[in-house]
């Protein structure tokens, strides 16, 4: 069987795409996902990492602890190049216990010596709070989270 879908594809957009197969050619209609999208971007070869660093200790021996919030381009914020920091991100960008994980492989095996605790404005870990969160998951999966959410209303006072 064979699919073929638009080259460019927008994620969450229903296509008509044509199946080759031996029995029969036939139209089928399928939804295109982020991960399809991404997997296609990767496949077609725009990025290919960075093959010119050939170590995984950062050149800076830096390493930036910041929100996962995709409005934060950690590259162009600093000005960055492939191989120079290592970037950890989490909801927050708070110091939980694996991001802590994390900074100690860094600095003790991976020749880091400075962290940069990076958070910022318009957080939605600001718009949560630790039970109101820990209920609603409950409540929607008969399970309550045992891990911290790690919410805060200032995010001045959660840096310190």
Known sequence: MHVILPAYR???????V?????ASPTAQEVTVTATDD??????????HGAPGVPTPVPSLHLAVLT??????????VFGLKHGEIHILRNAGGV?????LRSLAISQRKLQTREVIVMQ???????TVTEDGFKDELEQ???????WAVEAF???TDSVR
């Open 10 to 16: 927008l994620p969450g957009t229903r296509y008509e």
């Open 140 to 146: 929607d999966t008969g399970l309550r989270p045992t």
């Open 120 to 126: 910022h404005t318009s957080c939605g870990m600001a």
């Open 18 to 22: 044509e199946i080759k197969s031996a």
């Open 153 to 155: 209303r200032d995010v």
């Open 67 to 76: 929100c996962m919030d995709a409005r934060i381009k950690v590259f162009d």
């Open 38 to 47: 991404l997997l296609a971007r990767h496949t077609a070869g725009l990025d």
């Open 95 to 99: 110091a939980t216990d694996d991001m």
